[in-house]
T-cell receptor, first 115, second 115 residues
Framework: GAVVSQHPSWVICKSGTSVKIECRSL??????MFWYRQFPKQSLMLMAT?????????EQGVEKDKFLINHASLTLSTLTVTSAHPEDSSFYIC???????????FGPGTRLTVT | GNSVTQMEGPVTLSEEAFLTINCTYT??????LFWYVQYPGEGLQLLLK?????DKGSNKGFEATYRKETTSFHLEKGSVQVSDSAVYFC??????????????FGTGTRLTIIP
């Protein structure tokens, strides 16, 4: 089956610093990847849609200057949380869309803790 | 906008018990409906889906029927196993953009099966 990886699986950073999260589709090419955020005991909230070679499309209420998304290749998208604050602490999940099966494949998630 | 309301957990059942996890939705148009499962330490995996009214999705003994009249997509399994312990998410997709389908998730239901 299709595999999507995320790195790192967890990260702790200090307030004011930036952190980058990678999302890779390991065995298929994905022109579209999605980034979600999940709060404890809550559903996944779509943050943005990442298209290879073009700017990401952000959902309403998501700060594009804080959450920088780069989809530089057909197998890699990155999410950079800039000037992180404790309220950015969350579980971030990516998915990659495989056109041949019309299905999204999810990464295992990255837990970010900002101290 | 679209929304998914899912039965709150956690749910604890004995092995071989009958399982129902309720899911209702609100959407404009004709969404596709999904159940995803997340095993500990892993990414979300598609369990089953249905793309139009009265369709039944099934996989691994789980079933769900797309009921347009009641806007529901309840997940059922006749005899659960310990290995079914996981978090289950109901979701719908906005089919306005083919190949770029946004998913709206419910809050997830944690299921624990005891031997």
């Amino acid at each position: 089956g299709a595999v999507v990886s995320q790195h790192p699986s967890w990260v702790i950073c200090k307030s004011g610093t930036s952190v980058k999260i990678e999302c890779r589709s390991l065995d298929f090419q994905a022109t579209t990847m999605f980034w979600y955020r999940q709060f404890p005991k809550q559903s996944l909230m779509l943050m943005a849609t990442s298209n290879e070679g073009s700017k990401a499309t952000y959902e309403q209420g998501v700060e594009k200057d804080k959450f920088l998304i780069n989809h530089a290749s057909l197998t890699l998208s990155t999410l950079t949380v800039t000037s992180a604050h404790p309220e950015d602490s969350s579980f971030y999940i990516c998915s990659a869309y495989r056109l041949s099966s019309y299905e999204q494949y999810f990464g295992p998630g990255t837990r970010l803790t900002v101290t | 906008g679209n929304s998914v309301t899912q039965m709150e957990g956690p749910v604890t059942l004995s092995e071989e018990a009958f399982l129902t996890i309720n899911c209702t939705y609100t959407a404009t148009g004709y969404p596709s409906l999904f159940w995803y499962v997340q095993y500990p330490g892993e990414g979300l995996q598609l369990l089953l889906k249905a793309t139009k009214a009265d369709d039944k999705g099934s996989n691994k003994g789980f079933e769900a029927t797309y009921r347009k009249e009641t806007t529901s997509f309840h997940l059922e399994k006749g005899s659960v196993q310990v290995s079914d312990s996981a978090v289950y998410f109901c979701a719908l997709s906005d089919q306005t953009n083919f190949g770029n389908e946004k998913l709206t998730f419910g809050t997830g239901t944690r299921l624990t099966i005891i031997p």
